[in-house]
């Protein structure tokens, strides 16, 4: 099992800036995919933002040029810097940890809510 702890997120005025971490503990494989997925209201769950235990990362488009994805190996915590938010962005921030291998799992987070008002 994978634990998966969120905190960062609040609520913030258009334009503004928040920043998510994410503390992975248990059986994270030594390759693994972390980063975040968001959902608003009424809507499906979206890529935010991804970044692999080699560093390469993958963005949402709506995101690109906005959110910054980066990790901290030593702590297995990923971190989440958004900038410039808007009101689309206001969602559930899910964090999400995907080991690889053939017996690969996917673990989330409780999700943290992140509200952009204009």
């Known amino acids: 099992q994978v634990q998966l702890v969120e905190s960062g997120g609040g609520s913030v005025q258009a334009g503004g800036s928040l920043r998510l971490s994410c503390a992975a503990s248990?059986?994270?494989?030594?390759?693994?995919?972390m980063g975040w997925i968001r959902q608003a209201p009424g809507q499906e769950r979206e890529l935010t933002a991804m970044?692999?235990?080699?560093?390469?990362?993958e963005y949402g488009d709506s995101v690109k040029g906005r959110f910054t994805i980066s990790r901290d190996n030593a702590k297995n915590t990923v971190y989440l810097e958004m900038n410039n938010l808007n009101d689309d962005d206001t969602a559930i921030y899910y964090c999400?940890?995907?080991?690889?291998?053939?017996?690969?799992?996917?673990?989330w987070g409780q999700g943290t809510q992140v509200t952009v008002s204009s």
């Open positions: 248990g059986n994270v494989a030594r390759n693994h995919n």
């Open positions: 970044i692999t235990s080699f560093g390469m990362t």
């Open positions: 999400k940890l995907t080991n690889w291998g053939v017996n690969g799992e996917t673990f």
